[in-house]
């Protein structure tokens, strides 16, 4: 079964530090790794996703994650924060085999906030 | 959010009532999904669609029924059945043939429903 484990409800940073949302997955097969930050009472909006190649994966705003596969995580990061980086990030995967193909599962959501 | 409509932002209704969400797309996008969000419990898939006239149940299906007789609408019926209604309700699209799990999701703006 496919499942995403983000094991901070939690994150504080000042603005201009780098900034770290962790992720940790379990699938069967090679996985599809994605990011999406959600601003209140919006909608999910994409950032970045990782299906192969390159283990660094640059997407949106600035943000940035790496996959490491023997530690089967997938860690957002951003060199400096942002005041406007404050929102839930949520992690998912699928994989790419498996009655599963296609279905994202996300985990229980992030909230950054970056205090000024 | 752009390219999937969800109306309306707000919805109230009384208990015993069957309410419809409704969910539009002009991507051009295969596959159609419907999930829930609580506080502190992450996105919960209720039903997915990968092509026209077929849908799966996903985690939490019960209490709720989906059609999907065109390819840009998925609307969502919550049923009297479903104990606790009360949530935020995300609807997402993804291109692609039906199957190809790396494609990013596009998610709609959400509906609040309120029962009482």
């Known amino acids: 079964a496919q499942s995403v484990a983000q094991p901070e409800d939690q994150v504080n940073v000042a603005e201009g530090n780098p900034l770290t949302v962790k992720c940790t997955y379990s699938v069967s097969g090679n996985p599809y790794l994605f990011w999406y930050v959600q601003y209140p009472n919006r909608g999910l909006q994409f950032l970045l996703k990782y299906i192969t190649g390159d283990n660094l994966v640059k997407g949106s705003y600035g943000f940035e994650a790496e996959f490491n596969k023997s530690q089967t995580s997938f860690h957002l990061k951003k060199p400096s924060a942002l005041v406007s980086d404050s929102a839930l990030y949520f992690c998912?995967?699928?994989?790419?085999?498996?009655?599963?193909?296609?279905?994202?599962?996300f985990g229980r959501g992030t909230q950054l906030t970056v205090w000024p | 959010d752009g390219g999937i409509t969800q109306s309306p932002k707000y919805l109230f209704r009384k208990e015993g009532q069957n309410v419809t969400l409704s969910c539009e797309q002009n991507?051009?996008?295969?596959?159609m999904y419907w999930y829930r969000q609580d506080p502190g419990q992450g996105l919960r898939l209720i039903y997915y669609s990968q092509i026209v006239n077929d849908f799966q149940k996903g985690d939490i299906a019960e209490g709720y029924s989906v059609s999907r007789e065109k390819k840009e609408s998925f609307p969502l019926t919550v049923t009297s059945a479903q104990k606790n209604p009360t949530a935020f309700y995300l609807c997402a699209s993804s291109p692609g043939p039906s199957g190809q799990g790396f494609y990013e999701q596009y998610f709609g703006p959400g509906t609040r429903l309120t029962v009482t």
């Open positions: 991507l051009n996008h295969d596959a």
């Open positions: 998912a995967v699928t994989a790419d085999r498996g009655s599963t193909l296609g279905r994202l599962y």
